[in-house]
């Protein structure tokens, strides 16, 4: 073991490497570590990547930032799964030129030094091809030469010399980090995309019909309009017509109910086939298409669990558990129980053979064009399964995204994540004040949960409608879609119940809906337009135009002398655009006070004079501000937020 240097804490990593951190193409991955050795010897370090599937490692030099810490960055190139490692070791050949200027400086005859010199090019030009180690043989053979000593010399104090040993740097008892790190390129779409959620069997013209993909295609000029990029509809499968479910939740339907999408299948088959009085596949296939003129993905909801009636019970009863009396087990969370539902069971023996079952249903979707997946309950299957479903499915479809739909406890939601879901529901609609919302961003964005959860923030779901929306009017609905827009680069919303401003409880003290659309067949004036959708579909054309909003790791919050007013901005990478966002949190009030310039974020250097034009861009008006502290007025009544583009003069 003759290598001296230890390469210790690599950021950014998750759990020594045994899941993988993610980013996008063209995302720059900013990779740090403490490097040192024994002594005073100088030492040097290399980041090294690749794609997976690639042998040759690319290598970036690390640069010291002091204290043993090195930093380097690299940028993926293509979409999949990349390695990364990191290599430090002394280098000798910069060691000796470090020591020769000295000794140079002293006035000392040096001599053997040229010959150490000499040595050491070669030990270096050997490391190199041909082809680039002319120059390093041709100044060995000049420090060999006794005759030559004073042009030697001179050329080693040169800066042709310094830039030299710079570029070749001498590799011997390399130390190598201890894991190779992993990372998961995805495509934009993976952090900025703006959902709308409808159920297809509610989209008919005919009150009372039922709904089909025909319909649905007859909405898309209408989704698009609104600035929204992936529609998704819950489950189209055939749904169970044992123990199915009636209106809000009966236990008994009515023959003319249709039940809930999420019990899954019946005699006309399971999770790859449709139900047909949505459609056929053809059907299907045709609307994914002609989403796409649109610029519209469809989400698919992946639901992996069964209606009593699913084919699956009798071709692999082996795949659920059965009760001492032959019976099998339905879904329970007691005391809840949901007879129209039957879950998988995953510590069955054939397990194996269920995993590729449910990998092939993932893979059957992928090749019909679906790229988008929304998973139901994940939480409620093994992460391990997840884990290996996801990178199987990725690997032949890098284009994949999956949606973790988990309202749970935050270390399965973490493990969810990590397992590599691309994207997850989150805690936003229960957050509902400035300090719960601040702690919240800072932690999704500012620890490590930014290296593997993609937060997308939704403020209601066929399953919630949040106690603030309850009663509410349209200032709370509209204040809450423009902060989840604003907020995260990632968000949604449960389409029409929300954008029609539904807001009447069930009468059993929880946050859903009265008359769920989960259990009936609505009938929806699609030509509606009302001041929310106005605020939807302003909202999505700014982010759509303004870079800033479209990433949330960029948040910065900044002070207010109001608790009611939140402030935020986003600025992008390269300072090009600046987005300055106020929040009045009261629904019921105008809220006044000052908000803080954050000078440093925005780029006003130390002693330079605030100068700033701010253009709210929901009402077009322009603010001239000079002061460290301004002041700002919101009416709900009008707009709940100023969403400023901010330009230094």
Known sequence: MRNRVLIEHIQPQLDGGRYFIKRTVGEPVNVSADIFGDGHDHIRAALLYKPESKKRWNEVVMEAQGNDRWTATFVPEEQGFYEYKIEGWVDHLLNWYEGFKKKHDAGQHLGVELLIGAELL????????????????KLAKLLEDEKGYQ????????????????EFPLKQFISTSDQVLRLRVGDRKEVFSTWYELFPRSTSEQPGKHGTFKDVERLLPRVAEMGFDVLYLPPIHPIGEVNRKGKNNAVTAGADEPG????????????????SELGTIDDYVALIKKAKEFDIDIALDLAFQCAPDHPYIKEHPEWFAWRPDGTIAYAENPPKKYQDIVPLNFETDDWKNLWEELKNVVLFWVKKGVRIFRVDNPHTKPFAFWEWCI???????????????AFTRPHVMAALGKAGFTQGYTYFVWRNNKQEMEEYLTELTQTEWREFFRPNFWPNTPDILPYELMGAGANAFVLRVLMAATLSSNYGIYGPAFEFMENQGNNNGKEEYLNSEKYEIRHYNWDHRNRLTDAITRINRIRQEHPALQNTYNIHFTRTDNDQLMSYVKVNPDGSDAIWCIINWDTMHTQSGFVEVPKELLGITSGRRVNLKVEDMLTNEIYHWFNDWNYVELNPEKWPIHIFRVALL
Request: glycine letters at 6%; proline letters at 5%; aromatic letters at 6%.
């Open 151 to 166: 042009e030697a010399v001179a050329t080693i104090m040169g800066s042709d010399f310094a830039a030299l040993v710079d």
């Open 391 to 405: 990178q199987e499915v990725q690997k032949e479809a890098p284009q994949t995204i999956f949606l973790s739909e």
């Open 260 to 275: 809930s999408p999420w019990a899954i299948g019946n005699k006309e088959g399971g999770h790859m086939a449709i139900h």
């Open 122 to 137: 070669k030990k270096t030009a050997a490391q190199y091809p041909k082809s680039r180690n002319a120059q390093l043989l």
